[in-house]
């Protein structure tokens, strides 16, 4: 099976609030993680990368927060906007291969 | 800066029928990849390549082959196409093996869309 995942296919937000999108990976040796955004009809999008050194790490209205006790990563959006509506994964970098779960389709609703 | 550039983006093919999916970046990436996306899914690895002259499989290789006689450069060739590789291909690009010492993700192109019938 895939060593990383997404506990939700979905995610409906209102234009404003703030987004949170979970993610469990398996591998405990995995160092690396990176967040990808995918809108429709376009690749992968980086957004976000954090080591496993680290517990958080912040962008332009992200956050990531790593859980390495319970194998959990997070993606926080402040103040979603209607151009965040896309497809979100988180990838698990070991070695040479990014290992992606499913996504999670976010709608941000007006 | 182009980054990432794949042609075609859309293709039909017939079953049994061949063809070359064509990826170039323009980033000087020495790492390179092939992805295939089966809807609702996410990626999985078909081929990287980790230099010039050097290429490896990933999970799904069967049914593929790739060469990368440039850095630029990596194709990915479908020698007879089948209905199970009806799939979003995707190439992608990165400085160093593992991302993480250069803190370089993997640059990713638009896709191709590929249809067999």
């Known amino acids: 099976g895939e060593s990383v995942g997404l506990h939700l296919p979905t995610l409906s937000v209102q234009e404003g609030d703030n987004s949170i999108i979970n993610c469990a990976y398996s591998n405990s040796a995995s160092d690396y993680f990176i967040w990808y955004k995918q809108e429709s009809g376009k690749g992968p999008q980086f957004i976000i990368d954090?080591?496993?050194?680290?517990d958080k790490r912040q962008g332009q209205r992200v956050t990531v927060l790593l859980n390495k006790t319970v194998k959990h990563l997070s993606l926080q959006i402040a103040a979603t906007q209607p151009g965040d509506s896309a497809v979100y994964f988180c990838a698990e970098n070991n070695d040479y291969k990014l290992s992606f779960g499913a996504g999670t389709t976010v709608t941000v609703r007006a | 800066n182009a980054g990432v550039t794949q042609t075609p983006k859309f293709r039909i093919l017939k079953i049994g029928q061949s063809m070359t999916l064509q990826c170039a970046q323009d980033?000087?990436?020495?790492?390179m990849y092939w992805y295939r996306q089966d809807p609702g899914m996410g990626l999985k690895l078909i081929y990287y390549?980790?230099?010039?002259?050097?290429?490896d499989k990933g999970e799904v290789p069967n049914g593929y082959n790739v060469s990368r006689s440039t850095t630029e450069d990596f194709p990915l060739r479908l020698e007879l196409a089948a209905p199970s590789q009806t799939s979003v291909y995707f190439c992608a690009s990165s400085y160093s093996k593992r991302a993480f010492y250069s803190n370089q993700p993997q640059h990713f192109g638009d896709g191709t869309r590929l249809s067999i019938l």
């Open positions: 954090i080591r496993s050194n680290m």
């Open positions: 980033m000087n990436h020495n790492y």
């Open positions: 390549s980790v230099g010039a002259g050097i290429t």
